[in-house]
């Protein structure tokens, strides 16, 4: 008789990983801490389901292998138990691949710009098919595409450093780390071991596949090393690299990608981001002339520096995809204008020093969540509330024309919301509210 196989943790990924393997004729058990809402669905598919917590006798079964959710530690007793018994663990992303060997890869990982990059190069990929798609940490689960789809496509798939920890034999064809600054170190204990974690995405690559390396980024260059793939350096300040910029143009080698005036998005992180793509999507057979068509329609990633509207000349921004502090970094040189900033929410321990160079163009801030009283004592004259609503009803009322009303966080938000989404439209349902 075959060996079961578990899956802990009934996020997306989870319950994506459950339904595909049931469907391949594996016994699947599903544990999670909180309640299951699909038990009785997952159930009917033949799925054993524990929800509520994990039973104790789990741990006595024999299993073929383990799926864990990401964002659940190895640390996490649970799951620990597994590690010391060396049971296999993977994520649903390798396993999904394990099904489907003509899908093509690009990987797109990073501290920051992941989302837009994937996003976009989701939207370049389609020129070439119809059919190929976002997915991994945005959008579908990896084994949903790969159950409902042909597998014969190009998948624009953003990865985090904690899904690259659940990784055996993944192999993109063409891969990139964005940047580099310190994030999770409440999951990996330190910044070092997160660094780490991220250069697992070019470590199966093979010799005719490509890493795209950032020479701007200082830790990257440092923690990229002994890579076994073609690397292709890029570079938004120097123009003797494989991706440029240069009279006006992105440029791959000798080959103009697009015009960068073309870009509708704001900043220079956006123009990065936008190179990134083009390159990805050239490298994986996507004609210029598409590129240029793909980058000049391209309206960007919702949470994530986005346009919310503007009223009696203040402009609002709905940031809250910055969950950390370099996101909200780059979020702040992206305006001229004189920002009433929103920042605070659930504690990842990184610390927001860094952050105060950057307030020379913060009108005022507004502190709320968690993290209120440490924002505090770096910005004194900061205004402290508890929650995000008090702070846009207050920057609602002190900005003036001519202003940016800016959610950017610089904090996960798992104090006070599920997730970023849930509070990125509470921001934008306020702001449309008083739009009218």
């Known amino acids: 008789m075959d060996r079961p196989v578990l899956v802990i943790g009934a996020g997306i990924s989870g319950l994506g990983v459950s339904r595909f393997l049931q469907q391949k004729g594996k016994t699947v ?5 909180k309640e299951i809402k699909e038990k009785e669905e997952l159930e009917a598919l033949g799925i054993q389901v524990y929800d509520g917590g994990h039973p104790d006798h789990l741990k006595r079964t024999n299993y073929e292998f383990i799926v864990k959710n990401p964002g659940i530690p190895y640390q996490v007793p649970f ?5 010391q018994h060396q049971v296999p663990i993977y994520n649903e992303i390798e396993v999904a691949l394990w099904y489907a060997p003509k899908m093509k890869v690009a990987a797109i990982t990073g501290t920051n710009g992941k989302t837009t990059t994937t996003s976009l190069l989701a939207e370049l990929l389609k020129y070439k098919n119809l059919n190929s798609i976002a997915a991994g940490n945005i959008g579908k689960s990896l084994c949903e595409v790969v159950q409902n789809q042909e597998t014969d496509i190009d998948v624009a798939l953003e990865i985090a450093a904690f899904q690259l920890l659940g990784t055996r034999d993944f192999a993109p064809e063409v891969s990139v780390i964005m940047n580099l600054t310190p994030d999770h170190v409440d999951y990996f204990g330190t910044v070092d071991a997160y660094y780490r974690a991220k250069t697992l995405i070019y470590r199966n690559q093979k010799q005719h596949q490509y ?5 701007d980024d200082e830790m990257v260059m440092q923690y990229c090393t002994d890579i076994p793939c073609q690397v292709i350096d890029f570079s938004l300040i120097r123009t003797d690299v494989d991706g440029y910029v240069k009279d006006g143009w992105v440029w791959y080698q000798s080959q103009a990608l697009f015009e960068v005036s073309s870009l509708r998005l704001v900043g220079k992180h956006n123009l990065q981001n936008a190179m990134v793509a083009s390159m990805m999507a050239y490298l994986m057979g996507v004609s210029i002339a598409d590129i240029q068509l793909g980058i000049a329609s391209f309206k960007g990633v919702e949470h994530r520096i986005e346009f919310v509207d503007e009223i ?8 809250s995809k910055g ?3 370099d996101a909200t970094i780059v979020a702040l040189k ?4 004189p920002v009433h ?8 321990k990184t610390g927001f020093d860094d952050l105060v160079p950057y307030l020379s163009g913060v009108k005022q801030m507004y502190v709320f969540g968690a993290v209120k009283d440490q924002l505090k004592r770096l910005i004194p004259d900061a205004i402290v509330v508890d929650t995000m609503k008090e702070a846009l009803d207050l920057a609602h009322e002190k900005a003036k024309p001519n202003e940016v009303v800016l959610l950017s966080p610089a904090c996960a938000s798992w104090d006070q919301f599920p997730n970023y989404e849930v509070r990125g439209n509470q921001f934008k349902e306020q702001v449309r509210k008083w739009k009218g």
């Open 334 to 337: 992206a305006f001229e204008q």
């Open 29 to 33: 058990i599903l544990t999670d801490q």
């Open 312 to 319: 009696d000349g203040v402009r609002y921004y709905n940031d």
């Open 79 to 83: 799951v620990d138990y597994f590690v």
């Open 341 to 348: 900033l929103l920042a605070g929410g659930y504690d990842k």
């Open 323 to 325: 969950t950390n502090v």
């Open 211 to 215: 890493f795209l390396r950032n020479v």
